[in-house]
């Protein structure tokens, strides 16, 4: 079982960049595939982006490709968000989540463990 905590998220102006982390508990972070996903005032949660075990494969919607990186540190049982140039439209409650399986998924029904949560509200 792990533990997940988010941090870094807040009030940015659109343009700006943010710098979301979970830190995740328990000796074999490296055994988890890690996603993140958001979820805005009234809509379903969906897929942000997501990373392989050893952070050799990623994959990201498409409406944050080129502007947003996921990337992890294992040796500080970590996953990281940077985000940048950020977007009205990014304004949501941004929620990291592990997955037992092998290869990097979009799918949440295939993440089992989940953070609580960060709240990230872009100005215009």
């Known amino acids: 079982q792990v533990q997940l905590v988010e941090s870094g998220g807040g009030l940015v102006q659109a343009g700006g960049s943010l710098r979301l982390s979970c830190a995740a508990s328990?000796?074999?972070?490296?055994?988890?595939?890690m996603g993140w996903f958001r979820q805005a005032p009234g809509k379903e949660r969906e897929f942000v982006a997501t990373?392989?075990?050893?952070?050799?494969?990623?994959y990201y919607a498409r409406s944050v490709k080129g502007r947003f990186t996921i990337s992890r540190d294992n040796a500080k049982n970590t996953v990281y968000l940077q985000m940048n140039s950020l977007e009205p439209e990014d304004t949501a409650v941004y929620y990291c989540?592990?997955?037992?399986?092998?290869?990097?998924?979009?799918?949440?029904?295939?993440?089992?463990?989940w953070g609580q949560g960060t709240q990230v509200t872009v100005s215009s």
């Open positions: 989540a592990a997955s037992g399986i092998v290869t990097i998924t979009r799918e949440e029904d295939e993440y089992a463990y």
């Open positions: 328990g000796r074999t972070f490296s055994s988890y595939t």
């Open positions: 990373i392989s075990r050893i952070g050799g494969y990623t």
